[in-house]
């Protein structure tokens, strides 16, 4: 699907703002209604947009501990790729997992309730077998920066 510049600030203003009534996100990207409305459908329907959530506070919901984890998988058939992959799938404390080129095979970031129960989770994910071979820990301390919106202007033409 090519994106026009309208398209391309219907998708920001709708990722900045997800509640952004209609009429309000018409007149951000100078469009009447009607138009905006069956614009932002159409993206929708393409699948550019993934959903509309809430964003939390999540330390203000409870304490937590974010951890950063390098994994190397002991082999590397397509069979041990998906095997992690499914396992760490199924855990909701990897709120992420990044298969990526270099020294290891996978990142994760992983959400628990503190260092021990992080521990608990990989010591689960070593018993079950899934192919880990080595992995490294990296405790976050302090969040700079997370999750900012997708920088549309990166996309406009030149």
């Not at 993934?50 to 950063?68: D, E």
Request: charged residues 25%.
């Amino acid at each position: 699907m090519k994106l026009d510049p309208i398209d391309l600030r219907i998708l920001e203003a709708v990722q900045r703002e997800g509640r952004i009534t209609k009429l309000r996100l018409a007149e951000t990207v100078g469009l009447s209604p009607t138009p905006c409305w069956l614009r932002l459908r159409k993206l929708e329907q393409a699948g550019l947009i993934a959903g509309y959530h809430a964003r939390l506070a999540p330390r203000r919901v409870a304490p937590f501990a974010t951890v950063l984890v390098e994994v190397t998988l002991a082999n590397h058939r397509q069979s041990d790729f998906d095997r992690f992959e499914r396992a760490v799938s199924a855990r909701d404390e990897v709120l992420a997992c990044w298969s990526v080129g270099g020294g290891v095979d996978y990142i994760l970031k992983v959400v628990a309730r503190d260092i021990d129960a992080y521990q608990r989770l990989i010591d689960g994910l070593l018993a079950d077998e899934i192919g880990i071979d080595r992995y490294f820990t990296y405790i976050v301390t302090r969040t700079v920066k997370e999750d900012g919106p997708l920088p549309m202007a990166l996309f406009a033409g030149p």
